[in-house]
């Protein structure tokens, strides 16, 4: 059905390009940009297990550790260089873009200009990009595209959208940017809204970031200081679901998409019940708060999200819950400090 639109819509139009992995029976080739942050490494891994270690092709400004180089390919490619990204495409064969350049919310805030550039113009290049070559594109937006004014428990797909971050208001803009694409040009934009995702790999400069420095704090000191109030609650998941989302979100066929952007959670909690759980696990460990100005951007956000269309929609399904997220944390942190001693 979406492929006899888009023919319709232009005559030129190469058919191919849009159903890699459908008619062609290849697998795609996938380029990450902005890939050496939090998500980006483990999303490399887990495309390459499913789609082979050559086709999916990381990329970032920043110089790989040797582990990463060894993984499988690594490039240089700056979102904000047009040309550079164009010649990665071409030269690459690149059938689809998951975009994760981007600064994050708390950072954002430290540096407005520099966010502007690479969470806006970059988009706006990837977005051409991806026009101009055909490519299925996915950018993660976040809870953080809501503001004061939107409801906060639960917030649901669409509502109002009024974000105070820089962050937020770029991610709105690609969201709508996106939709527009899709609507205008025929463009496979697909958009997830990740809440804060929880992994053990050093997080970028959000908001949600102390889920993360808790576990590493904790196990390296037997303390933490959050800089959130005990009882702010927050949305999360762990990275498993949200690469999971991920991937089987760039899978779903067009016709089954009523959007092209949806909220995915897997669980909302506060500092201090997660503080509770760590505490069923490691006994002795002190928290204290001191809440600064990210407490301002996470009373602003949503609470508890809505994903029933994702639900609904193409089956998304969470599968860590807390439990098993603390479980798994405890496990890998540990790995990671013996491993890396960070
Ligand atoms: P991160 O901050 O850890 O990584 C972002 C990467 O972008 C960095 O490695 C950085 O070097 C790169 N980058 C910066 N400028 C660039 C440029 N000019 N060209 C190319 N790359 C550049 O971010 P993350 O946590 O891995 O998040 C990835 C994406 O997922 C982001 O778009 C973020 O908004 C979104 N997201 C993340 C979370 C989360 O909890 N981590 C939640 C919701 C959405």
């Known amino acids: 059905m979406f492929l006899r639109k888009l023919c319709r819509g232009s005559g030129a139009l190469n058919i191919r390009t849009y159903s890699v992995g459908v008619i062609d029976k290849r697998p795609p080739k996938i380029l990450i940009t902005g890939g050496l942050g939090q998500l980006g490494v483990e999303c490399a891994k887990y495309l390459r297990g499913k789609y082979g270690r050559e086709n999916v092709i990381l990329s970032d400004i920043i110089k790989p550790t040797t582990e990463v180089a060894n993984d499988g390919p690594y490039i240089f490619a700056d979102i904000l260089d047009f040309k550079g990204l164009q010649k990665i495409v071409v030269d690459h064969r690149v059938d689809w873009l998951i975009h994760f350049s981007a600064l994050l919310s708390a950072i954002g805030e430290q540096n407005v200009p520099l966010a502007v550039r690479v969470n806006i113009e970059g988009m706006h290049n990837v977005i051409e990009l991806a026009k101009q070559y055909r490519l299925r594109i996915f950018v993660p937006s976040t809870i953080g595209a809501f503001g004061p004014d939107s409801p906060r428990n639960p917030t649901p797909n669409i509502t109002v959208q009024r974000p105070r971050t820089i962050y937020g208001v770029s991610k709105v803009h690609a969201e709508l940017l996106g939709e527009y694409y899709h609507y205008r040009f025929g463009l496979d934009f697909r958009c997830l809204r990740f809440p804060g995702v929880i992994s053990s790999d050093p997080p970028g400069g959000g908001t949600t970031d102390y889920a993360i420095a808790i576990f590493h704090d904790v196990l390296r000191k037997?303390?933490?200081?959050?800089?959130?109030?005990?009882?702010?609650?927050?949305?999360?998941?762990?990275?498993?679901?949200?690469?999971?989302?991920?991937?089987?979100?760039?899978?779903?066929?067009?016709?089954?998409?009523?959007?092209?952007?949806?909220?995915?959670?897997?669980?909302?909690?506060?500092?201090?019940?997660?503080?509770?759980?760590?505490?069923?696990?490691?006994?002795?460990?002190?928290i204290t708060y001191q809440p600064d100005s990210r407490q301002d951007i996470a009373d602003s956000w949503p609470q508890v999200f809505d994903d029933s269309e994702a639900r609904r929609d193409w089956q998304w399904n969470p599968e860590v819950d807390l439990d098993n997220l603390v479980s798994l944390m405890i496990k890998e942190v540990k790995e990671k400090i013996a491993a890396n001693g960070y």
């Not at 201090?272 to 069923?280: P, R, T, V």
Request: net charge positive; proline share 6%.
């Open 222 to 286: 037997g303390r933490y200081q959050c800089y959130l109030k005990p009882d702010t609650r927050l949305p999360m998941m762990h990275v498993r679901d949200a690469l999971r989302a991920l991937s089987e979100f760039l899978e779903v066929p067009n016709e089954k998409l009523n959007r092209r952007v949806y909220n995915v959670t897997s669980m909302s909690f506060t500092p201090e019940e997660l503080a509770e759980k760590i505490n069923q696990h490691l006994k002795e460990f002190q």
